[in-house]
């Protein structure tokens, strides 16, 4: 079974970027037929779908963040990371890795992704 775990600092200052990486363990990340996503859920609001990268390592990014976020990946170390630059408050939230069979960009529930971590909170203030 598959496993994924988040790991990055808790709070990141304003204008700074927040850099998240993604463990997975019990798979791999060039797998065919899965996308490894990055989403988060802010205090008090929806989930958020960020971005994916898939078994090829092309990258899909949410319209509204494309040009604050980067996903990469290092197979080697079957890990993957997000990197969302000039962050705000606004950018508070718990942020989640996950596979997916394809490209949720209207996710409203963590429930859509069977396979996850278990979250990481990063808070944004100086």
């Known amino acids: 079974q598959v496993q994924l775990q988040e790991s990055g600092p808790g709070l990141v200052k304003p204008s700074q970027t927040l850099s998240l990486t993604c463990t997975v363990s019990?798979?791999?990340?060039?797998?065919?037929?899965?996308?490894w996503t990055w989403i988060r859920q802010p205090p008090g609001k929806g989930l958020e779908w960020m971005g994916a990268?898939?078994?090829?390592?092309?990258?899909y990014y949410s319209p509204s963040l494309k040009s604050r976020t980067s996903i990469s990946r290092d197979t080697s170390k079957n890990q993957f990371t997000l990197q969302l630059s000039s962050v705000t408050p606004e950018d508070t939230a718990v942020y989640y890795c996950?596979?997916?069979?394809?490209?949720?960009?209207?996710?409203?529930?963590?429930?859509?992704?069977?396979?996850r971590g278990q979250g990481t909170q990063v808070t944004v203030s100086s």
């Open positions: 019990g798979g791999s990340i060039t797998s065919i037929g899965y996308y």
């Open positions: 996950a596979r997916s069979p394809g490209l949720i960009r209207d996710a409203q529930s963590l429930t859509d992704f069977r396979s």
């Open positions: 990268i898939g078994r090829s390592g092309s990258t």
